[in-house]
């Protein structure tokens, strides 16, 4: 047989196998709708969000109230610089110890009094632009204990790699599983569903806690991590926190067998974690709406446990509404996963 023929031969093999795997996507319609809707979900959602004028680069409290016109204190015109009034001055030290806030004016004497972490970026730009526009504004000192922005980030990120590792390990599992026929035989025993899905939570709890804990040590090694709380309250966190999202991931692939659409499913629900839980910018000031609809993720309850544990040293007590959150989402998730479950694809 000649080489043209065998490459003649070959080649309509491989177009056969290439036109039955375009036949099977797109008779898959689930698969084909999640692929071309997905992207144009997420883009409207993100249009919703972000749209609209020029979001706020800095957020900067201010204490008293502000001068009308505006133009009477230059630095009020900055443009990008969202300013939030505070009640407290307290508080909003706090908020710029943990780089909440970029600055806090103190609007109520002149010259003007502010507070600011030099080695914050978003705190160094801020006093910079407040300076050049009054160059009488006084610093005053911060006190207490401050945060370096890294500080407050770590968590954000172990919290991100934590989400991908219990969604995404969890659901392409349990998809694979019974695209494979391996839960269609797994039905013939005793083993019920609830029974089959806390097996892999507690599987993939396990992975993602030895992963996390790894990178804290590892890392934190590296950057000299911050942590004036609870090393014991933070696995706690980890561990709920995981088990939360594990058993949100179940939801996904408790029906269905197409890769395809879990992928598109889980995506979905990453990206508005990523964007509105807290892992790289801080929601204070933010709209209402937005504050509320992040308090509906498991993720930014992560993060606001394990940051008000590392930053501020709290308790138990102080986590505890955050705590109970993700005990009672896993509970809810893995029986919303159980009665929804099915052994065989559909």
């Known amino acids: 047989m000649s080489v ?3 490459l003649r031969r070959g080649s309509r093999r491989l177009g056969a196998v290439w036109h039955a795997r375009n036949l099977e996507f797109v008779r898959d319609r689930t698969s084909l709708i999640f692929t071309l809707g997905m992207p144009v979900a997420i883009v ?3 249009a919703l969000i972000f749209g609209g004028p020029p979001r706020p680069l800095l957020k900067v409290g201010y204490l008293g109230t502000l001068p009308t016109p505006s133009s009477a204190y230059p630095f009020l015109l900055e443009r990008y610089i969202q ?3 505070e009640s407290q001055q307290a508080s909003g030290i706090h908020y710029v110890s943990r780089n909440d806030l970029a600055l806090l004016l103190d609007l109520r004497q002149r010259p ?3 507070w600011a972490i030099e080695d914050s970026p978003t ?3 801020a006093e910079k632009l407040l300076l050049q526009a009054d160059p009488t504004a006084r610093r005053l000192p911060m006190g207490g204990t401050v945060s370096r922005y890294i500080d407050w980030l770590f968590p954000g990120v172990l919290g991100m790699n934590m989400m991908f590792t219990c969604l995404m390990g969890a659901g392409y599992v349990v998809v694979r599983y019974r695209k494979n026929g391996f839960l269609k035989r797994l039905s013939a025993t005793p083993v019920s569903a609830f029974e089959f899905l806390s097996a892999q939570v507690l599987s993939r709890l ?3 806690l030895l992963i996390t804990v790894i990178l804290y040590v590892g890392i934190g090694a590296v950057i000299h991590f911050h942590n004036v709380g609870s090393t014991a309250l933070l696995l706690l966190i980890a561990v709920l926190g995981s088990l939360s999202l594990i058993a949100f991931g179940l939801i996904v692939a408790a029906r269905f067998a197409s890769e395809e659409v879990v ?3 889980l995506n979905l629900l990453t990206w508005p974690m990523m964007l509105l839980s807290g892992i790289w910018f801080s929601l204070e000031g933010s709209p209402r709406w937005m504050q509320w609809l992040a308090q509906l993720f498991p993720l930014t309850h992560i ?3 394990a940051r008000a544990v590392t930053l501020d040293g709290a308790g138990f007590t102080g986590i505890g509404v955050d705590l109970a959150y993700l005990a009672g989402t896993t509970l809810v998730f893995l029986g919303m996963g159980a009665f929804s479950f099915r052994w065989r694809p559909e």
């Open 4 to 6: 043209f023929t065998r």
């Open 44 to 46: 409207i959602a993100m």
């Open 83 to 85: 300013f939030v009034p």
């Open 112 to 114: 003007v009094r502010y």
């Open 123 to 125: 705190g160094y730009v």
């Open 206 to 208: 396990g992975l993602a």
């Open 263 to 265: 992928g598109g499913l």
């Open 303 to 305: 993060l606001q446990a």
